[in-house]
């Protein structure tokens, strides 16, 4: 699954890289984290031992990182999961959704994350799954970069009361 872009190498996360992507992931978003996801990357690696990661080192050193999981189709009768249509239902049973990307801001704008994002959907490919990602309306960043490689915004909003 290594793939090279320049002299940058995409290749499978490991505990090794965990003290270099939860830095990378400190100096983007702080201690408080969140425009897209609700906590750190060290305790998200300790909850979820995310089966979909990989890291992007350039020059030998972690510039950035994505992280996922796959998830069978869920089959309720959420509005999510109802189709009203003629159409067949969709080829896809599961979805590789990312959870978190970040690129150092030293190593943004080299076409990193578009790598990362490449390699993340070869793999969903791989398990027969389509990609999959959440965004925060107010995370203006996240969603223009998801646009830019490939993503379209689905017609489902969800809202939530208090």
Known sequence: MAGKKGDVKIRRMVEFDLPRVNEIDNL???????PSWPFSFESYWALYHPELSFVAEAGGRVAGFIVGTMVEEEHSQSITSLRHT???P????KVGWIDMIGIDLGYQHMGIGRALVEAFDEECKRRDAVMGGIVRESDERLRNFLTAVGFERSDLVFYQRE
């Open 90 to 93: 969709p080829r896809h049973r």
């Open 28 to 34: 983007l978003f702080g201690e408080e984290r969140v």
């Open 86 to 88: 003629i159409d067949r």
